[in-house]
């Protein structure tokens, strides 16, 4: 009796000791791929800021040169269409695309950084289930790529995992906090948090509330009460 009761309990030590080690292992490459995940969107990042600044640069070097050639007079609309066919790569006029930034095949249209909150994720034009696994999503307006630090609402999704990953902790956010966006352009700038709630997931009118021609962001992301949606309200400072 006692020898079964003994096997009954090393039985049970084992199956315990395997529980627990695959609960930590579970956890463990849940952590693995966040960070992972997280590093490699900033690795986007800093390859965005990149791109841009050299695109910026190039601009100000042919702009530069562009002015020399002409005695300080602004190109005529008959030269921009002289220099179309221009194959030379120090042309101004050169076809854009070649500083385009790219997360894993799709295109990256600008980034957001949140310090309080330990944020900073490359920007994505097309929404889907998959843009919204690896990065934030740009769902409003219609065309987000000409929209980002422009007037109006620029609403950005991203999703809750409730580990400190993507818009999990926007719910943080209080009134003043910043939220820092740039566009390919290379400009940045500054928003400020002035409003958020809680909603259902059926309600859209965070997007298609007027802004009065100001610069607005809106954040958006799944609340912890199945659903519902935390919105947050941002405005150019």
């Known amino acids: 009796m006692e020898n079964k009761y003994g096997n009954f309990l090393s ?3 084992i199956f315990a000791i395997v529980i627990v080690v695959a609960i930590l292992g579970f956890f463990g490459y849940k952590v693995y791929t966040s960070n992972k995940t997280k590093k490699k969107a900033e690795d986007v990042v800093s390859q965005f800021d990149k791109n841009t600044n050299d695109a910026d640069n190039d601009d100000t070097n042919n702009s530069n040169n562009n002015s020399s ?3 300080g ?3 005529s609309l008959q030269d921009i269409l002289d220099n179309l066919g221009n194959d030379n790569s120090n042309s101004i006029y050169q076809q854009p695309g070649n500083k385009d930034t790219y997360y ?3 295109k990256v249209i600008g980034t957001i950084s949140i310090p309080s909150i330990d944020v900073e994720y490359p920007i994505l034009e097309e929404n889907t289930s998959a843009t919204l696994k690896i990065a934030i999503v740009a769902v409003y307006p219609q065309d987000p790529a000409n929209a980002v630090n422009k007037p109006g609402n620029l609403v950005l999704w991203g999703h809750n995992y409730k580990n400190g990953t993507f818009f999990s902790d926007i ?3 209080t009134t003043g906090a910043k939220i820092y966006i740039k566009d390919t352009s290379g400009t940045k700038l500054e928003y400020q948090v002035y409003n958020s709630y809680e909603t259902t997931d ?3 009118t965070y997007a298609t509330r007027e802004t009065n021609g100001s610069r607005e962001i809106t954040l ?3 609340s912890n009460e199945a ?3 935390i919105i947050v309200y941002a405005k150019q400072t």
């Open 171 to 173: 719910g943080k956010l």
């Open 69 to 71: 050639e002409t005695d």
């Open 227 to 229: 659903g519902k949606r």
């Open 104 to 106: 894993e095949g799709y």
């Open 220 to 222: 958006s992301t799944c």
């Open 202 to 204: 059926s309600d859209m």
């Open 73 to 75: 007079n602004n190109s």
């Open 11 to 13: 039985i049970m030590l």
